[in-house]
C-alpha cells in the first residue's frame, strides 16, 4: 500500500527540470508527483524542506524548516499539500487514479472527523464521480474545503455525508483555482472599483458619455489588432456594438455563438459553430506543412462538456457577491480561450467575457468599458506569456499526431488539463489592466475631451469654425508637435492669416502642453 512506503521525499537540487533555491527535500505535491511518476503540469510552486532553519519563498519555491517535515506516507504528504500549498485538483485527480481506493478509505478511517481526511475524503469523490466504502459523518464540526487565506473560495455549499462547506469556486467540469498572492491582495485593497465610481462621479456626464463610446471603439478595434487584422470602420463598429451589450443577459452556448456570428464577418472560408475537429494555435513546418503547436485546444468531443462547465461557474459567480469580480473574470475569460471551442473568433470572445462577467458583477457601471484589449494590445508580449504560462507545461500532456490534412489528432484524454488549472497568473495580468485602466487610461481620456472641448470654444468663439473643421484642426496640430504643417497651411486650412495660425498653434499649445 503506497500509505506505508517511506520513500516519498527525495533530495533534489533539480525536479523535472525546475531549479530549487537550494538543495533539500520535496515534500507535499512535488513528493506525490515523484513518487507516483505523475505526468502532470508542475503546480507553479513547489514545497522544498531545507536543512537550514529558514522559510522563504521564490517565484517557484515554497522554502520550508526541517520541522515541517510531514509524516512519510501518502496522508502525510496530501495532508501537507492541503495545509500549506491549498488544493490543485488536476494534480490530485492523477493521484487518487493510481491509488486503490480501498488506500483512501484505510486513511480516512483512522481520523474520519479529521479536517484533512474530511477534505481528501470529499476531494476523492467528487473528483472521481464514485462514493467510497464509508458511512456517512454524523458528528463533528463543519470545515472549509478551499483555505481562504490561500486560495479563492466562493459560497459554501454544505455536504452533509463529509461536513464539508464546499467553497469550490467552481462545478466539477469545469474548477479553475486562484492563489491570494500578495500582488492579488493589495490590488484587491485598492477597491479599484470604487475608485472608478469616484472618478465618474467628478466628471460631466456629456464627457463621460463621449469617453466611453470613444473607448468603446478603442477597445473594438484593439482586440482585432491583436489577432493580426485590420478591419473596416463599419466592422469595428459592429463589434464594439457587441462589447457595448455585455452584461445585459447571462452566457450560454446560444449566446456565444451568436458573438461568434457577429465576431466572423465572412463566414465562407470558416466553419461556423463548436468545432468537430481538433485544433492548434502555432506554425506550419514550410517545408513539409506539419504542425508546430504553441497550444493545442480541447478534443472537439470534450468542448460542450466543458463550455456547460464554464457556463454553470460563470452562473455560480455571478450570484457570489463576495466573489472577487476581476479573479472571477479572469477564471471565465482566459478558460473560454483555452478550451477554443471555436475554429476562429476565440480570442475577441474571449476578451469580450471580461467585459461581460466585470458588468454582470455589477464592478463597472452600465455603458463603462474597461479597453482591456487595448492595454492587451500596449502589453502584448506580457500578455502571450501569461497564455504561454498555461499552454507550453500542457504540450508535454498531450499526445498527438498530424493529420493527412496537417491539423492534429490527439490521442489521449486531455479534459482535466482544461477543467483544472492555476488561473493565478491570468488573475495578475488582468488586475494590472483594471490598475492601468483606472489609474491613466480612462483619467487620460477624460483629460483630453475637456482640453479639446476649451480648444473647441476658442475656435468657435474667435473663428466661429463649424465642429468638423475642428477636428480636422486639432488632429493635424496633435500630428505635429502642436504646429499646422507647410501642406496644411496651403491646402485645409489656406483661408487662416500666417498670424492667425500662430495665435491657433500658441492656443494649442498653452491648453494641451
Known sequence: MASNNNHFSQKITVFHERTAPEEGSIVGYAALIGFFKLEVPLPDRLALISQKHKQYETQEWIVFTPRHQPEESLMGHLTFALKYEGIELGVLKKIFASVAPID??????????????????????????????LKDLSA???????????????????????RIRNNLPGVREFCPLVRKTSFLKNLIELDLAQQIKVIIGKIHPDVMARTAAFLLLKDSKASYAIEGEKPPQNRAQRWGRAIGQAGLKPIDKNELLRLQEIVIDNSRFTKMGWRTDEGFIGEHDRRYGTPIPDHLSSKWQDVSSLIQGLIDTDQKLEKDDSFDAVVAAAMIAFGFVFIHPFVDGNGRIHRYLIHHVLLRKEYVSKGIIFPVSAIILNELDEYRRVLENYSKPRLDQIDWKPTRDNNVEILNDTIDLYRYFDATKQAEFLYKCVLQTVEKTIPEEVSYLEKYDLMKEYLDDHFEMPDKIVALLVRFLEQNNGELSERAKTKEFQELKNEEIIVIENKYKEIFG
Not at 108 to 117: A, D, H, K
Not at 140 to 162: A, E, M
Open 104 to 133: 483512501i478509505e484505510s486513511i480516512i478511517s483512522l481520523e474520519p472527523t479529521g479536517q484533512y481526511s474530511k477534505r481528501i475524503w470529499f476531494l476523492y469523490e467528487w473528483l472521481m464521480g464514485v462514493n467510497l466504502d
Open 140 to 162: 463533528g464540526n463543519y470545515v472549509d474545503l478551499v483555505d481562504t487565506k490561500l486560495q479563492f473560495g466562493s459560497h459554501p455549499l454544505p455536504s452533509k455525508r463529509h
